[in-house]
């Protein structure tokens, strides 16, 4: 499919439809995505007028024991949740699915007609969306100063889903106990929340009779170059081979050469010569990398537009758009300088083509909007990543990752010996600009903080996990190439959904609007198998 409009254009959480990824983040995205509204389909209700938004006060500082957090507080804050007990009878379960990193109402559309939905439904129980502290409304402190985020750690997170289970008052339910352990608590979440729902049943398996992680990244690391891994391995193959040598030919140019006249005239030809630095340029060039885990099976969500329109530029064979046949010579000789004189004749087509996809997608909309080049795409600005204020959401998922998660997604981390699918340019030091002008912080990670619940190796009864085939997340899962394989149980299920990208199974559809492709077999089985062993593990509840 070839781009010939322009278009809309992820991190574990995907932004807002309509807005893009970038390896790293540019200034502007990060407004973008800290005012992005919720998408819904036209043919759903908002389902934030079903469900009213409830606050419990939890405290702000469990661990009054630990350094780390002093000063400590003895203050409490409101934590939003959403619950639906259209289902529940006397004796069902309470089914928390966490929010993550990601406003607790975007999780909504699972509570109305997704996973949480589903398990509700098949166990006559309770649906609670929970909302994750310094996220959405649910914020502790006043500001989000790099001293008032000390109190946002998965540690503390986890206290809180343990505490929401032990003093929570449904409203309307005030005459049942439905408190744990009384009743089972079923934790479930995606990505982010998928491992933390695991953590969750390792830490607090009194309280938590049970969890299903989805897409978990249970495996911290710091250099997540990893994340293209399954790109390069499923993608479509012209479009990676061709990515890989064009991005080759950018780093020959930019590390290779080191020459500022060369430089220009890449730049140049890309329309992007008013981006100052050479690594925000590269960076624009990776853009569409985000539409893989953007694919999905639920067409409300899916966001894989950009990538197949993107492979569909490079992988032509011929010149989509007369406008860059003027480039013909400047390409080659960029091709020539990049390493490539022996294959301008193939890779020609797809650089003209790559091009004009940029010149759409990134450097007509940018000026559009009225802004430099700089402002549009790059990470480089102390002054930004200095505002603090409540307003400045953007600040809390960098805040962790800076701290205890990693996942920084270089291009320098690739093996000398294979090509890039991104810019080596994109190095860690690069990476972490964020961490180090946002919150003064300029060393690694503390992935020891999250892997001590086990990583890879994690396992315990009552605790399953799904997982993509396909998602670039993959390789921080249990289903990891890195991990040690297991036999699947009803007690700890290990389902890998074939073809499936991102915690595909949690997305759910109407009666109205399934067909005899949607959901997809894979997934459809996959969530026919978490209501039939979350059924079993019920069974076993003593109370």
């Known amino acids: 499919m070839a781009l010939r409009t322009t278009l809309g254009l992820l991190s574990l959480v995907l932004p807002a439809l309509g807005s893009k990824w970038y390896p790293s983040t540019p200034i502007s995205q990060l407004k973008a995505n800290a005012n992005a509204a919720s998408h819904l389909s036209k043919r759903d209700a908002d389902p934030e007028t079903l469900y009213p938004a409830h606050n419990i006060s939890v405290p702000i500082d469990h661990f009054h024991n630990e350094t780390q957090y002093e000063p400590h507080t003895n203050g409490t804050f409101n934590l939003r949740y959403w619950f639906d007990a259209s289902y529940y009878a006397p004796g069902g379960p309470v089914i928390v699915l966490e929010s993550g ?91 982010y929340a998928g491992a933390f729902v695991a953590f969750l049943r390792v830490l607090y398996p009194d309280v938590y009779f049970g969890a299903i992680g989805s897409s978990g990244v249970v495996e911290a690391i710091w250099d997540y170059w990893n994340y293209f891994q399954p790109i390069v391995e499923y993608g479509p193959p012209t479009c990676i081979s061709n990515t890989q040598k064009l991005i080759n030919v950018v780093d020959n140019i930019l590390i290779g050469h080191n020459d500022t006249r060369l430089t220009k005239q890449l730049k140049s030809a890309f329309g992007l010569q008013n981006v100052t630095y050479d690594d925000d340029f590269a960076n624009v060039l990776s853009s569409y990398v985000g539409g893989w885990q953007g694919r999905n099976w639920d067409p409300a969500v899916d966001a894989s537009q950009s990538f197949y329109q993107y492979c569909g530029n490079v992988s032509a064979s011929s010149l989509l758009f007369n406008a860059t046949a003027q480039q013909n010579r400047k390409v080659q000789r960029l091709l020539k300088a990049g390493g490539y004189a022996n294959e301008t004749a193939e890779l020609t087509v797809p650089m003209l083509n790559l091009i004009n996809y940029i010149n759409v997608t990134e450097v007509q909309p940018c000026a559009e909007s009225g802004q430099s080049q700089d402002e549009c795409f790059s990470t480089h600005n102390a002054t930004f990543y200095a505002l603090d204020d409540i307003t400045q959401s953007w600040r809390s998922w960098p805040y962790q990752y800076c701290t205890q998660w990693g996942f920084l997604q270089t291009g320098s981390g690739f093996p000398s010996t294979e090509l890039s699918l991104v810019s080596r340019t994109l190095t860690l030091a690069y990476e972490s600009i964020i961490c180090r002008d946002a919150f003064n912080i300029s060393t690694p990670a503390d992935v020891g903080a999250i892997n001590k619940y086990g990583g890879f190796n994690i396992s315990y009864d009552r ?58 077999a894979p997934v459809a089985a996959a969530q026919s198998a978490e209501a039939s062993f979350v059924k079993q593990w019920l069974t076993e509840f003593k109370g």
Do not use: C, M
Not at 150 to 173: I, K, S
Not at 466 to 472: A, K, R
């Open 463 to 520: 605790l399953a996990f799904l997982d993509g085939e396909q998602d670039p997340w993959r390789p921080a899962t249990v289903h990891s190439p890195a991990a040690n394989n297991r036999t699947s149980t009803t007690d700890e299920p290990y389902i890998l959904i074939a073809g499936a990208v991102h915690h595909w199974d949690e997305n759910g559809l109407f009666p109205n609007e399934t067909t005899a492709n949607l959901p997809p």
């Open 101 to 191: 990193e990601d406003t607790g109402d975007d999780r909504l559309p699972y509570l109305q007609k997704g996973i949480l939905h589903q398990l509700a439904q098949a166990t006559n129980g309770i649906g609670v969306v929970l909302e994750h502290r310094y996220y959405g409304q649910s914020f502790p402190t006043p500001d989000l100063s790099t001293e008032n985020l000390r109190f946002l750690t998965t540690d503390q997170a986890l206290a809180d889903t343990a505490y929401f289970a032990q003093n929570v008052v449904f409203p309307g339910l005030e005459n049942e106990t439905l408190t744990a352990p009384t009743v089972p608590y079923i934790a479930y979440g995606g990505s």
